[in-house]
């Protein structure tokens, strides 16, 4: 920045800061101000915020323009927690909310029903991995079955990630550049190390194979939020 936000105009640099993150929420003439280190207070651009409007439980979202596909309620606020409700093309998700992983379109060892008809499970979203999806079995094979809920046969909610982690994940199999990510495939890359050659070297021929057989897929902001649709997530990371 070569100027700084005007809502910061009134910070003072010179003295430790702490951003009041522990403060009540929505704030209170009490947490409207910005506490130092040392105890001075300055004052908080977020002093003129208004409470969140709570909304009470049960109320049937609306999804008007410009949001069609989301809705948030907030029911009860303590500090700076909130309990809410998400509102989604596939049913509600109350929040706080614990999200199952399925990496690949399936959780481990569980089909959908074992999840939903579960009580101490019945979880109203789940995750699945756009990277693990766009490379098997690829995501045109999924839209054309008519998405992920109708491949998994999943009627709930469904979030996808950008593919982004898997940069840091799988690193010894990625390339980034100015363009994007490029992953060697890891089924056809197993890297069997010959006797007396590095792994450097073998890294460096079997990225040259994967080129060659085309087995090399390459993950841009672009590319990551067409696999997303094609999945058809309710959440797009």
Avoid at 19 to 42: E, F, L, M, R, V
Avoid at 101 to 107: H, P
Avoid at 184 to 190: I, K
Avoid at 194 to 201: A, C, P, R, W
Wanted: charged share 20%; proline share 8%; glycine share 8%.
């Amino acid at each position: 920045f070569t100027k700084l936000p005007s809502e910061l105009s009134h910070v003072d640099w010179t003295k430790p800061i702490s951003w009041n993150k522990y403060g009540p929420y929505p704030p209170s003439h009490d947490a409207a101000s910005i506490t130092t280190d040392d105890g001075d207070k300055q004052a908080s651009s977020s002093s003129s915020s208004s409470p969140l409007p709570i909304t009470p439980e049960g109320t049937v979202p609306s999804f008007k323009p410009p949001h069609q596909a989301l809705e948030f309620h907030v029911h009860a606020t303590s500090g700076r927690a909130r309990y809410t409700t998400v509102h989604l093309p596939h049913g509600p998700v109350s929040t706080p909310v614990f999200m199952p992983v399925g990496t690949k379109g399936t959780l481990k060892g569980l089909t959908p029903m074992d999840v939903t008809n579960n009580d101490a499970l019945n979880n109203q979203i789940i995750l699945a991995n756009t990277y693990h999806l766009a490379l098997q079995p690829g995501t045109e094979l999924i839209r054309d079955a008519g998405g992920l809920h109708n491949f998994m046969n999943w009627d709930r909610n469904i979030l996808t990630d950008s593919g982004g982690f898997q940069m840091v994940s799988l690193l010894k199999l990625a390339e980034i550049t100015e363009e994007g990510v490029t992953f060697e495939n890891p089924f056809l890359s197993d890297n069997n190390e010959k006797e007396g050659e590095t792994k450097s070297n073998t890294k460096k021929r079997t990225r040259q194979e994967a080129t060659e057989s085309g087995s090399m897929m390459l993950l841009r902001p672009e590319d990551s939020i067409y696999h997303q649709n094609n999945i058809g997530s309710d959440i797009i990371m």
